[in-house]
C-alpha cells in the first residue's frame, strides 16, 4: 500500500469547515482513498473514499487532486462531535490481493467551541 | 440495524493464559478482520476471515489465530499472553466483493498482568 503523510494535529472553531490534508504521491492507479476517523475509546468509523473523482456524502467531501498525490478531507460544518483522529489510508480497490487497511498516526482534530 | 458486535468488552488476564474473543459482524457481512490497537497508536492489522478462511495475515505472531464460523462470525485467540499483549482488538467486518469501508466493532479491551 502508498503511504500517506497526515499532519499530527489541527483545530477548528466549531461551525467552521475543517479541511483535513493527506499526502500519497506513491499512490497506484488502482489504490482507492480512504478516510476513517476514529472518537475516543470507539472503533474506527468510515467516513469516505475515492478513486480520483471528488466525492461527497452526509458526513463529508472528499477532494483528489488531479495527480492522485494528494487528497483533503473537508467537514463543512464542524461540530465538537467532530473531534476525533482522522485516518487518511490508500488501498487497492476489488481485484486487489490486499484487504488490509494500514493506518498511520493519523490527524488529531480537535474543534473548540 | 445492528452493527459489528464484540464481546467481553474488557477483560483482564495473566501473563501466560489464554484468550478468545468474540465477533459478530455486522449484518450482511461476509468478511471479518481483527486489528490490534496499542495505546497511542493506529489500529495494527492481525488477519482477515473469508469463507471460514485467513485469507491474509499481518506481521504477528502464530500465538495469534483466529476462526470464522458458517454464519460469519468470528474468534480471535492468542495463547501465551505477554504484557506487551494489552491492547484495544478492533473486528471489522466487510463484503468480501465491495470496495466500500469496513465498519468496525467498539472493542475489546484486554489488559495483561
Known amino acids: 500500500d502508498a503511504k500517506t503523510t497526515q499532519p499530527p494535529s489541527m483545530d477548528c472553531a466549531e461551525g467552521r469547515a475543517a479541511n483535513l490534508p493527506c499526502n500519497h504521491s506513491?499512490?497506484?492507479?488502482?489504490?482507492?482513498v480512504y478516510w476513517y476517523r476514529q472518537i475516543h475509546s470507539q472503533g474506527p468509523q468510515y467516513i469516505i473514499h475515492?478513486?480520483?473523482n471528488n466525492e461527497t456524502n452526509e458526513m463529508a467531501s472528499l477532494i483528489i487532486t488531479e495527480d492522485r498525490k494528494s487528497s483533503t478531507l473537508i467537514l463543512p460544518h464542524a461540530t465538537l462531535r467532530d473531534t476525533a483522529v482522522y485516518y487518511c489510508i490508500v488501498r487497492a480497490g476489488i481485484g486487489g490481493s490486499n484487504y488490509k487497511l494500514t493506518f498511520g498516526k493519523g490527524t488529531l482534530l480537535t474543534v473548540n467551541p | 440495524d445492528a452493527g459489528v458486535t464484540q464481546s467481553p468488552t474488557h477483560l483482564i488476564k495473566t501473563r501466560g493464559q489464554q484468550v478468545t474473543l468474540r465477533c459478530s459482524p455486522k449484518?450482511?457481512?461476509?468478511?471479518v478482520s481483527w486489528y490490534q490497537q496499542a495505546l497511542g497508536q493506529g489500529p495494527q492489522f492481525i488477519f482477515q476471515y473469508y469463507e471460514e478462511e485467513e485469507r491474509q495475515r499481518g506481521n504477528f505472531p502464530d500465538r495469534f489465530s483466529g476462526h470464522q464460523f458458517p454464519n460469519y462470525s468470528s474468534e480471535l485467540n492468542v495463547n501465551a499472553l505477554l504484557l506487551g499483549d494489552s491492547a484495544l482488538y478492533l473486528c471489522?467486518?466487510?463484503?468480501?466483493?465491495?470496495?466500500?469501508?469496513?465498519?468496525f466493532g467498539s472493542g475489546t479491551r484486554l489488559t495483561v498482568v
Open positions: 471489522a467486518s466487510s463484503l468480501s466483493v465491495a470496495v466500500y469501508g469496513y465498519t
Open positions: 475515492g478513486l480520483k
Open positions: 449484518s450482511g457481512h461476509d468478511t
Open positions: 506513491t499512490i497506484s492507479g488502482n489504490e482507492y
